[in-house]
């Protein structure tokens, strides 16, 4: 919870504040800073205050050969990236109402595993399109709490002003297990998405974005048909499945 706090905070923070926060007593959270600092997940940027550091990258690093649903998708993406292309490649999920992107291509062909960026669910393709899956109260309830957290930008006038209208929007767009959004984040692009399922329930989805006009719709569809199925078939051959 302290390492939580420090990593949302928009500055450092004491422990005396951490500790009024949290409900904790001051000695409490003074040792628990002290060990995290120890290892690395904190630093003192000041001599009274507390700030993330080097340490808890290093184990987000560490932490990503564990899923297997960003080993099975990564040599895929790689390989298939010529073919999509003009198009661009990324893989995401949502965590706690917070779009993760798990793969993102940079063109031409430069990907980003677990790049470090936020990015508002009622803006991205693949968010919108897990949401889809997800019962009625908990998909706006994630796009509420996206709300309260990184706001409701309108980059077009696509965008509707209501999380129920977004769903509503995304789900009339939806045709073949493919959502596609053209002119939502600009009036010249075009994302796509379409979920990836494993063990009977969706994990992630796999996406294309680009410019609008780089390839029919029925192309667009169906290359993120293949993708999926390619991901979800080697998500059943790994050892094990941590998705």
Not at 144 to 162: A, H, L, N, Q
Not at 183 to 206: E, Q
Request: glycine share 6%.
């Amino acid at each position: 919870e302290i390492l939580s706090r420090l990593v949302s905070s928009h500055r450092p923070m004491t422990a005396t504040e951490l500790a009024e926060t949290m409900g904790l007593h001051q000695s409490t959270v003074s040792r628990i800073l002290g060990t995290l600092q120890g290892t690395g997940f904190v630093r003192k940027p000041d001599y009274h205050s507390f700030a993330p550091d080097y340490g808890l990258l290093t184990f987000a690093r560490g932490a990503i050969h564990h899923f297997d649903l960003i080993q099975a998708s990564e040599p895929l993406f790689r390989k298939e990236a010529p073919r999509c292309s003009p198009l661009c490649l990324s893989l995401a999920t949502i965590w706690r109402s917070e779009v993760l992107y798990l793969i993102h291509q940079t063109p031409p062909a430069f990907f980003h595993i677990v790049p470090l960026n936020y990015h508002p669910v009622h803006l991205s393709s693949p968010g919108l399109r897990i949401l889809l899956e997800y019962p009625e109260a908990e998909a706006l309830h994630c796009l509420d709490e996206s709300r309260r957290t990184m706001g409701w930008k309108r980059p077009t006038p696509k965008v509707p002003s209501t999380a129920r209208e977004v769903l509503r929007t995304a789900r009339a767009l939806l045709d073949l297990d493919v959502l596609i959004l053209e002119g939502w984040n600009s009036p010249t692009d075009m994302t796509a998405a379409i979920p990836i399922r494993s063990g009977g329930k969706i994990v992630a989805a796999g996406a294309l974005y680009g410019e609008r006009g780089s390839f029919p719709k029925d192309r667009v569809t169906a290359l993120l048909q293949h993708l999926g199925r390619e991901i979800e078939a080697g998500l059943l051959v790994l050892p094990r499945n941590v998705s």
